[in-house]
């Protein structure tokens, strides 16, 4: 990587860092009238609220919380992060990643190496036994663990790829046919920032998401900018819009499960309603089994010279 791209790379490891800008940001969301603030004069230097109006709502001082939105966390209580939370009138999503920024858990000082990810068999069986429903198991960062052929059929054939190419954030912003795929691109695009800015939350001694968050920063303008809005979220529950070349135009709900033995490993279902146009194209794909298979999608995948984690 050369010098230039280095310098492009954020350090998402940096917990200080992280806490700060998180603060900043929410900050600058909110708008005295959104809080019940007169708001005096016209012309305000910073976007949002004033760092005296959030602690005015906090019940801190200013000094506190601007220690704090500098990223110095050390010994804040969970009675102020709680209060912080509710002036800044985060989603529980964004309380959890306060949190984990400004206390994060105590770790043992030597790293402990990377831990392999795999699924369990008795999950891999229940992947093959949902016939006709697109199903996959994704991990940390995001990585693609196993699916199911009709995910094959609907998503692409990720067997055709690499296992460290295995990946929602670099299928997304780096294969331009994913834009294709996904009619609103730009939503998925940011929910797939979003999950992973809450992932380094929890996991800033993660090296792989280092280099992950480094070589998209690096190769997409789209994905430096929404990781600069440190926004976050819980993966869910919500409808897609997919663009099938041998399907057409197809609806999917999908459902995102925890897995109890594994708070890394998340079950993804898609659906159609019953007797809609797209449910008759899931049974479609279903039909035509493994000719399905779409393997198009990766055709023009190339992870270039910055490439490699």
């Not at 939105?69 to 010994?75: A, S």
């Amino acid at each position: 990587m050369d010098d230039q791209q280095e310098a492009a790379s954020p350090d998402p490891l940096d917990r200080r860092a992280e806490l700060s800008e998180f603060l900043r940001t929410r900050r600058a969301k909110l708008q005295p009238q959104d809080v019940g603030l007169p708001e005096f004069g016209r012309h305000r230097r910073v976007p949002g609220l004033r760092r005296e109006e959030l602690a005015q709502l906090a019940g801190v001082s200013v000094a506190y919380y601007t220690r704090l939105e500098q990223g110095n966390g050390r010994n804040v209580s969970a009675e102020v992060l709680d209060a912080i939370a509710r002036a800044l009138r985060l989603t529980d999503a964004e309380h959890a990643h306060l949190t984990h920024l400004a206390r994060p858990a105590r770790h043992k000082k030597k790293r402990r190496p990377a831990r392999t990810q795999r699924v369990r068999t008795g999950l891999l069986y229940l992947l093959d036994s949902m016939e006709g429903i697109p199903a996959y198991v994704t991990g940390a960062r995001s990585d693609i663990l196993a699916w199911n052929p009709m995910a094959a059929a609907v998503f692409g054939d990720w067997g055709a790829l690499p296992p460290g190419e295995r990946n929602w954030a670099l299928l997304v912003f780096l294969s331009p046919a994913y834009r294709d795929l996904f009619v609103n691109w730009d939503s998925k695009a940011s929910d797939m920032v979003s999950y992973l800015r809450l992932y380094a939350g929890c996991h800033p001694e993660d090296p792989e998401l280092s280099a992950l968050v480094g070589e998209l920063s690096v190769k997409s303008d789209e994905f430096r900018r929404l990781w600069a809005t440190h926004n976050v979220k819980e993966k869910g529950h919500g409808t897609k819009l997919v663009r099938h070349p041998l399907a057409g135009d197809l609806t999917l709900s999908y459902e995102t499960l925890n897995l109890p033995d594994d708070e890394e490993q998340h079950l993804v279902t898609y659906h159609a309603e019953p007797g809609s146009a797209s449910a008759e194209g899931l049974r479609l794909l279903a039909s035509w089994g493994a000719d399905a298979g779409r393997r198009d999608l990766f055709d023009d995948v190339g992870r270039g010279p910055a490439g490699g984690r």
